[in-house]
């Protein structure tokens, strides 16, 4: 009866060994997301038919890691923060540990088409100790259609690479609830990490954005 017993425990033993192998794959086959020095993300913003110059204005937050102990940028959407409010456009902002220390204003033409669907990527890369932030790719009817590698805002970096970046803290930390008409929804669809032009691995977790709560300052 007792090697009875043994033998049934060291099955379940096995048996729970290979649920958990296959649900984890052997740590060869996970993507080495220490070498990542360039993280893209690929956004989706729709309005409806309320749409207006005064809402929807979102954001979305992105920092080298997920903490935001290093500083962090921040996109206002249909409005600017700098040098005073107002609205309508695109605004690139990096918030420090004292506050914003540097802004860069991509367009001021404000959301007006009712059910527009505007889809863009931002791009943080980690060279040398600097963090350059771009939005290489927009596709919207307000703001058109275009590949831009422009960098949009640096600032330096005591990171060794872009693996303590966590797609989960940007779709967390953006949204903003400034002005929430004319919102039908904001979602970081996918993430991508790369080394140089090496693509490391692919998120393609869909994380829809809670517009509801307020700003918190990075």
Known sequence: MRRSRQMTTRLALLCTALVI???FPASADQPNLSLADRVEEDWVLVVDDTVSTDGPQLN???CPVGDLSQP??????NYR????????GLQVLGYGQAGIFNS??????????????????QRM??????????IPAMSSTTWGTSTNNTVLLSFDSSATSLSGYDPSSSASNSGGAWKTQ???SLTLVQVR??????LLYTDSTSRPVDCTKSFTRP
Do not use: C, F
């Open 21 to 23: 192998s296959a649900t």
């Open 60 to 62: 979305t937050v992105m």
């Open 72 to 77: 962090a940028v921040v996109l206002d959407i």
């Open 81 to 88: 923060h700098v040098p005073s409010y107002q609205p309508g």
């Open 104 to 121: 860069n204003t991509v367009t001021t033409l404000p959301l007006s088409l009712a059910n527009e669907t505007i889809r863009w990527t």
């Open 125 to 134: 890369t980690l060279s040398g100790g600097q963090v350059n932030y771009l």
């Open 182 to 184: 004319g919102l039908k």
């Open 193 to 198: 990490y790369y080394q140089g032009d090496t």
